[in-house]
């Protein structure tokens, strides 16, 4: 137990999930009992006013119940309370209560009772004023020097100083170069009022100017022919401190010198009167609130400053003299005499915990026990350190934090996919133009080991693939509980999906509040965004998938798509897709090849994707370890050139659409502000047909808008569309070369490195920049290319031919042997597996085969580049 904390007097803490700032705190003789003791009043943005007469039995007692002297709720949040001499006709204090739009000042009295806890207390409204602007803070004092008396100041949110002379409103005031509210205090020495602008200066205002500068509450026309009856606002004096500041306090003790303490977000200032800096403290922390108050030493000034790390600090000027352990970050601190006992520290956080401490260092009963002597075992301690080395050793080798399976242990997510489709579609809002859009139900399950705190469930499906609901959260989940959602998964574009996968993710606290996270992944079928059909015979892309195994028939294999009637004879089968494209499988009846065919190269990919996946499940149920699936065609290469380019020009189109929307949109405001001024202008002049251009341009900045609209959705369609063929590209090139898993992993994150495309970054520039790092490295044809360096910023290329040419120059050194990795010695690896590396190409060759019209390049298995001249 440490001596520096603030020792717990009295505390409570108010009402539940109430929010309390700055202004919400004040101590006084509220109910003018004479006695001296000061009462704590509370102000909360719910509304609820609350007086507390604190007088525990002992230190660190329980709030007892005749501690509360009122508790009222009003119908609008507080933002300040505060207690003066604002009721005419009296000296007595009252409560003035600061609204948002109102400004309410009571009269506290209390009636005594009977009993011990028999006091009874209420408040009494005296007036009201209702303000025309929202209020941000006030403050009050005997403005012009009046006596017995406090006139009361509001800053609105706009720069407005409204002052009200007790019941009666008597001007408004506007600060010049107002930008946003500061902090406002009045010093009755010089009688002006002392607030901190926008422009992080502190400004002084003196009360007779603003008296007798112009009313703000007169007309804008009318104002400049009244300048000669008022004067302009002028400010008394401004200081630059560099920083926006927190509070200001004006304070002068014991007939003393008068000073200015403004508390910074950094700096601690003390200013004269007239503005000159008496002493200033940099501050090493970030503060949340001051108070100065009488110091015992002649000349001096205590200050409390409490701070965002729970610590409060006093100050003798500038020499800190204690520091104290607050249990909370204060929002308000105040000083206070309670029973006899003087300087009680009051201090309110912004979650209502409202505490009153003393400074002391009441000694701790705590002593330490005196530890056993015993003589040391060396053996056993030596025996211990070895179990003890054995144990890291074995917990070093997971290279994690937490092994693995601990993890796993502690909350599961499991996602399982109804097996047939809804019988009610829950598709939402699908723009897919086919009749009816089905949906399929996926079921989450997550299940708690331990106790998980405010656990989260996020679902993601990729694009144009859609939820009916993607986020989740829950209550929190205690040990060996579980919560189970369901939703659905439909298709909401109108193209098909590259991928067929969703992903579960649940992220949650343990209970020493270290986040954590579990997810899932799950398949849906094809089913989803396809139907059967009948087969077609004609098409304009083919492929052809080889394997070692005889042909099966798609009754086995497509259950779900083959008509049972048709027995082992049906060998092709047609697939719709719900965006109006076919495409047909075809199976070989005298060899073990199956065909894929579709008009468009994209619907190829989740087809063969399909029969890969449904072959290989086959042959390992029948305990076939040696089923492989091979490609022997040609990559083709030039029909996905054609979804770059059409990709590509949609950029550029949407790069030139944004460069005309702002051309538009600059001609736009010109006109405008021409308008502007013409109608501002007292003498009307014509408008010379600006209003027509005006309407002429607001139209073409609207269909300008709707191009770049329709061009960003038929940019999402390409963009899904080379995903599509991207994932087919990257299939028949780890068949066609039988690439391992981890060369198809660099193949997959070389040609998809991008999730979503935008402007800023695009697929293009970043497959241009993998493709060419892979070709200076583990595929390079020599040590030159090796040194060649890659530019490190990423920027949209003016055209494809680059990336073109380095796509089909990566094809050709894979068909030279060249194999991917990305250690630092593959090309030493590669030159022991290769004799002689790869073989140079010319480069003129390359170009000549890229640039051909009407050409393909294929690559075949045996490494050699053919030419094909497409029909007419």
């Avoid at 042959?619 to 990559?635: L, M, R, Y």
């Avoid at 595929?779 to 055209?799: G, V, Y």
Wanted: proline share 4%; hydrophobic share 35%.
């Amino acid at each position: 137990m440490s001596l520096f904390k603030a020792r717990d007097w009295w505390s409570t803490i108010l009402g539940e999930k109430e929010e309390f700032d700055q202004g919400c705190l004040c101590v006084a003789d509220v109910d003018n009992s004479g006695s001296g003791q000061d009462k704590v009043i509370v102000g909360s943005y719910k509304g609820y006013l609350r007086i507390f007469n604190p007088h525990p039995v002992k230190p660190g007692d329980e709030v007892q119940p005749e501690d509360l002297l009122l508790e009222v709720q009003l119908r609008e949040p507080i933002l300040q309370v505060e207690v003066g001499k604002f009721v005419s006709g009296t000296e007595g204090l009252h409560l003035a209560v600061l609204h948002c739009r109102k400004l309410c000042v009571y009269a506290v009295s209390g009636t005594q009772g009977n009993v011990e806890h028999g006091n009874q207390y209420q408040i009494k409204l005296m007036y009201e004023h209702n303000l025309q602007r929202t209020a941000c803070n006030m403050t009050y004092g005997p403005f012009g020097g009046v006596k017995g008396r406090d006139l009361i100041c509001i800053q609105s949110m706009d720069g407005m100083l409204m002052l009200f002379e007790q019941e009666s409103y008597a001007f408004g005031r506007f600060l010049p170069g107002f930008l946003l509210p500061g902090p406002l205090a009045y010093s009755s020495r010089t009688d002006s009022f002392i607030t901190v602008s926008s422009c992080q200066q502190v400004e002084s205002y003196k009360y007779q100017v603003l008296a007798f500068a112009t009313d703000a509450d007169e007309r804008q026309d009318t104002e400049q022919q009244k300048l000669s009856s008022g004067k302009r606002l002028a400010v008394d004096w401004v200081l630059n401190i560099g920083e926006q500041a927190l509070d200001i306090c004006v304070v002068s003790f014991n007939q003393g010198v008068s000073s200015v303490f403004v508390l910074g977000e950094r700096n601690f200032f003390c200013l004269k009167d007239n503005g000159q800096i008496r002493f200033m403290k940099k501050l090493d922390y970030s503060p949340s609130c001051f108070i100065p108050y009488c110091s015992v030493q002649e000349g001096t000034i205590n200050t409390l400053i409490a701070n965002h790390s729970k610590m409060l600090n006093v100050y003798q000027d500038v020499t800190l003299k204690w520091a104290t352990q607050l249990p909370y970050i204060p929002v308000s601190v105040k000083v206070a005499n309670f029973q006899d006992l003087k300087g009680v520290i009051v201090t309110l956080s912004d979650d209502g915990h409202l505490q009153c401490s003393y400074l002391g260092t009441d000694p701790s009963l705590f002593q330490a026990p005196k530890v056993d002597s015993r003589e040391i075992n060396y053996e056993e301690m030596n025996a211990e350190m070895k179990e003890l080395q054995k144990i890291i050793r074995e917990a070093t080798k997971t290279q994690d934090v937490l092994p693995e399976s601990e993890k796993q242990r502690d909350v599961t997510v499991t996602a399982e996919v109804s097996p047939d489709l809804d019988e009610e579609s829950q598709a939402i809002d699908s723009e897919v133009k086919a009749g009816a859009v089905p949906s399929i139900t996926v079921k989450i399950t997550i299940q708690s080991r331990v106790a998980a705190q405010k656990p989260s469930l996020a679902v993601c499906v990729q694009a144009p693939l859609a939820v009916t609901c993607d986020q989740f959260v829950f209550d929190d989940l205690e040990p060996g509980s579980s919560e189970t959602v369901v939703l659905s998964v439909f298709l909401k574009e109108n193209c098909s999906p590259s991928e067929l996968e969703g992903t579960c993710m649940v992220s949650y606290n343990i209970l020493t509040g270290i986040p954590r996270v579990a997810q899932c992944n799950f398949s849906l079928p094809l089913k989803l965004i396809c139907f059967p059909a009948q087969p077609s015979k004609a098409a304009n892309h083919k492929l052809t998938i080889d394997t070692n195994k005889p042909p099966i028939s798609f009754v086995t294999i497509f259950p779900d798509f083959v008509d049972p009637s048709e027995g082992d004879q049906a060998n092709a089968l047609g697939f719709q897709f719900l965006t109006g494209s076919k495409t047909t499988l075809l199976a070989s009846k005298t060899s073990q090849r199956y065909r894929i065919q579709s008009d468009q190269l994209e619907d190829l990919w989740l087809v063969t994707k399909e029969l890969i996946h449904r072959l290989e499940v086959h042959f390992k149920k029948q305990n076939c370890k040696d089923f492989a699936c091979t490609f022997s065609g040609s990559i083709p290469l030039q029909e996905y050139f054609e979804l770059i380019d059409r990709h590509f020009e949609l950029r550029l189109n949407a790069e030139k659409f944004q460069e005309l929307l702002s051309e538009r949109a600059v001609q736009f405001r010109a006109i405008e502000r021409r308008l502007l001024t013409r109608f501002k202008d007292k003498t009307p002049a014509p408008l010379q047909h600006l209003d027509t251009l005006l309407e002429g341009t607001f139209r073409e900045v609207i269909a300008l808008a709707d191009a770049a609209e329709e061009n960003q959705a038929n940019m999402f369609q390409a963009f899904a569309k080379l995903k599509s063929a991207t994932h087919l590209v990257i299939t028949l090139i780890s068949l066609w070369q039988k690439l391992s898993t981890d060369q198809v992993a660099i193949l997959e994150a070389t040609f998809l490195p991008l999730a979503e495309d935008t402007q800023e970054l695009g697929w293009e520039e970043t497959v241009d920049a993998a493709v060419s790092y892979l070709l200076r490295t583990c595929l390079s044809k020599s040590s030159k290319e090796q040194a060649l360096t890659l530019s490190s910023q990423l920027s949209m290329p003016k055209d494809t031919s680059r990336l073109k040419k380095n796509i089909t120059l990566f094809c050709d050194r894979l068909a030279k042997g060249g194999r991917l990795s990305l250690s630092t010695d593959s090309a030493t690896q590669q030159a022991a597996v290769m004799p002689g590396g790869c073989a140079t190409i010319p480069e003129s060759d390359l170009e000549e085969r890229t640039i051909i019209p009407g050409s393909t390049a294929m690559f075949s298995s045996n490494g050699q580049i053919k030419k094909q001249k497409s029909k007419p």
